[in-house]
């Protein structure tokens, strides 16, 4: 049986932030379009991470930067929590790309399923309890919805 590749957004995984929900929807393409690419393994595999993986990185630290923009000027109480599992998964994403530039071993496709199945737990958890305490700000009318206009890094 073939392995599942492509992951399809859900409304589940909505954090109720269009511009935040977006980015989550760039991140699962990318994702994508990795394992996609990287599946017919060898030279060809490999070859095309290293031509994707760079802006994968890219758009995953400015999404990051998104969030951690948001959570801090919501002051999210677990926001150096949040922001700290942002600096491991990237740290080892660069490290992991490093380490196959100079020759490590690193099967592209297996890293692109590791890399889909973290945001979407990444999104899921981390994401989601961020949510919750942004809805009940907004329930409590505590919430200026301009706090979410965050000019994205490019």
Not at 18 to 31: F, M, S, V, Y
């Amino acid at each position: 049986m073939a392995e599942k590749i492509v992951v399809k957004w859900d409304n589940a995984y909505s954090v109720g932030v269009q511009l935040i929900d977006d980015q989550h929807k760039e991140l699962i393409r990318i994702a994508n379009e990795l394992a996609i690419g990287c599946q017919k393994g060898g030279n060809e595999a490999e070859i095309y991470f290293m031509r994707v993986i760079q802006g994968a990185v890219k758009y995953v630290k400015t999404h990051f930067t998104t969030e951690e923009i948001i959570m801090d000027r919501l002051k999210y109480p677990e926001y150096l929590q949040h922001k700290k599992e942002h600096e491991v998964f990237v740290a080892e994403v660069l490290h992991d790309v490093k380490s196959f530039e100079e020759g490590g071993k690193l099967v592209p496709f297996e890293f692109a399923k590791f890399l889909q199945q973290w945001v979407l737990n990444h999104i899921a958890k981390s994401d989601k309890k961020f949510s919750y305490f942004f809805e009940d700000l907004r329930t409590k009318g505590q919430l200026d919805e301009a706090m979410f206009q965050v000019a994205t890094p490019k």
